[in-house]
Structures are given as structure tokens and as C-alpha cells.
């Protein structure tokens, strides 16, 4: 079992950032791909960031690219969502995932993938 924990959430005005954090604990974290996924209200979750085992890769939505950042600290047994420039319809409550991984390199995007989720932290973006 892996356990997530999220934290980071919060009110910010568009234009603004946020950086939210995910926690994992109970089996080696360095062997899980991760990702973070967003739910708005009224909609389906949707793929946000991915990041492979090693971190050596990423992967984006479309909507983020450029203003989102994936990371993780395998010594920390942390994952990271850096937002910048938001704006509302970035307005979701945000969820990170696990999936044990085989590859170093490999990134998943498809939410059924995974196996392990936290309970999210809401990000609200104001106009």
C-alpha cells in the first residue's frame, strides 16, 4: 500500500501561483511513476503533469504546458505541482497518483493506470 497526501491548496487570483505538494509513504516511492490529475466541479477528472520513477521524465497537458511543473524528491518521498500564471478554469480540486513502474523512464497520463490516489486538495483561482 502506498499512502498520498496532498497539501498546497488554496485561493489565489488569476495571474498567480501555487505549488502543491504531495506526500507518499509506505513502500520505496522511487519505484512509482506519479502524476496529478484535476477534478472541476461538473466534469471528469482529467490528466494534469506526469513524472517518471527517476524523475528523468515528464509529460503535460496541454492546458498547463508552459505554466505547470512536475517534480519529485525521491529522498523526500515528495512529488511537486508548481503552478504559475493560473486562471480559473485551472480551478479544480487537484489529486496526486502512484503506479509502480518498471521503466525509469516511464511516464503514464491514463488515470485507470494508476493505482494509489490521495484525497486532493482544492485549488480555487479567482478572476
Known amino acids: 500500500q502506498v499512502q498520498l497526501v496532498e497539501s498546497g491548496g488554496g485561493l489565489v487570483q488569476a495571474g498567480g501561483s501555487l505549488r502543491l505538494s504531495c506526500a507518499a509513504s509506505g513502500r520505496t516511492f522511487s519505484n512509482y511513476a506519479m502524476g496529478w490529475f484535476r477534478q472541476a466541479p461538473g466534469k471528469e477528472r482529467e490528466f494534469v503533469a506526469a513524472i517518471s520513477r527517476s524523475g528523468g521524465r515528464t509529460n503535460y497537458a496541454d492546458p498547463v504546458k508552459g505554466r505547470f511543473t512536475i517534480s519529485r524528491d525521491n529522498t523526500k518521498n515528495t512529488v511537486a505541482l508548481q503552478m504559475n500564471s493560473l486562471k480559473p478554469e485551472d480551478t479544480a480540486v487537484y489529486s496526486c497518483?502512484?503506479?509502480?513502474?518498471?521503466?525509469?523512464?516511464?511516464?503514464?497520463?491514463?488515470?485507470?493506470?494508476?493505482?494509489?490516489w490521495g484525497q486532493g486538495t482544492r485549488v480555487t483561482v479567482s478572476t
Open positions: 497518483a502512484a503506479v509502480r513502474s518498471i521503466g525509469a523512464l516511464v511516464v503514464r497520463t491514463e488515470s485507470a493506470a494508476y493505482d494509489y
